[in-house]
T-cell receptor, first 112, second 116 residues
Framework: QKEVEQNSGPLSVPEGAIASLNCTYS??????FFWYRQYSGKSPELIMF????GDKEDGRFTAQLNKASQYVSLLIRDSQPSDSATYLC????????????FGTGTRLQVTL | GAVVSQHPSRVICKSGTSVKIECRSL??????MFWYRQFPKQSLMLMAT?????????EQGVEKDKFLINHASLTLSTLTVTSAHPEDSSFYIC????????????FGPGTRLTVT
């Protein structure tokens, strides 16, 4: 079983719709959760992080965490073509020297 | 804030030579920096964790004598690929963890290495 799992996609949503990206993790000791966006040929860019159960909103982005279900998600409201990228979920356990364990990413395509 | 630079952005070298890549946190201190490599259409692979003033910790399967890491200050880490071979051609990306933060890592723009 992979430590951090994401559907590889592509996830296709029309412009203006809500994109929902999901991630599950296996280590119950995980404490911090991160979403990165990576455009093709570029390095990852941090979008949000969350460490408490519930929702955290930042602009068009909302991260949701459910530690009991070992599930974290990212919602993108009013999706734009510029949101088309690969979204990486990453998980950290303070017992692992702050290393991040990455999922393989979900490719999002926002269509006109 | 939280800007990480990497230099060079792109390098081509001949087989057998060494290449040094610099990673700098420009507006924050980073006790810990990380080095990743990424092959086309694949996920990030952590190579090593670099702590300021101490030896780097390498992931399993990564040759520490081939990939030399130095973290001499709170804002600078370097990766030297020694005796490079064509199979070392890849996208190398560093990240820096902000001291006192929540564990988030900020990535540099990456270095594309091509070994001919």
């Amino acid at each position: 079983q992979k430590e951090v799992e994401q559907n590889s996609g592509p996830l296709s949503v029309p412009e203006g719709a809500i994109a929902s990206l999901n991630c599950t993790y296996s280590d119950r000791g995980s404490q911090s959760f991160f979403w990165y966006r990576q455009y093709s040929g570029k390095s990852p860019e941090l979008i949000m992080f969350i460490y408490s159960n519930g929702d955290k909103e930042d602009g068009r982005f909302t991260a949701q965490l459910n530690k009991a279900s070992q599930y974290v998600s990212l919602l993108i409201r009013d999706s734009q073509p510029s949101d088309s990228a690969t979204y990486l979920c990453a998980v950290s356990n303070t017992g692992t020297a702050s290393k991040l364990t990455f999922g393989t990413g979900t490719r999002l395509q926002v269509t006109l | 804030g939280a800007v990480v630079s990497q230099h060079p952005s792109r390098v081509i070298c001949k087989s057998g030579t060494s290449v040094k890549i610099e990673c700098r946190s420009l507006d924050f201190q980073a006790t810990t920096m990380f080095w990743y490599r990424q092959f086309p259409k694949q996920s990030l692979m952590l190579m090593a964790t670099s702590n300021e003033g101490s030896k780097a910790t390498y992931e399993q399967g990564v040759e520490k004598d081939k990939f030399l890491i130095n973290h001499a200050s709170l804002t600078l880490s370097t990766l030297t690929v020694t005796s490079a071979h064509p199979e070392d051609s890849s996208f190398y990306i560093c990240s820096a963890r902000r001291s006192g933060g929540s564990g988030e890592q900020y990535f540099g723009p990456g270095t594309r290495l091509t070994v001919t």
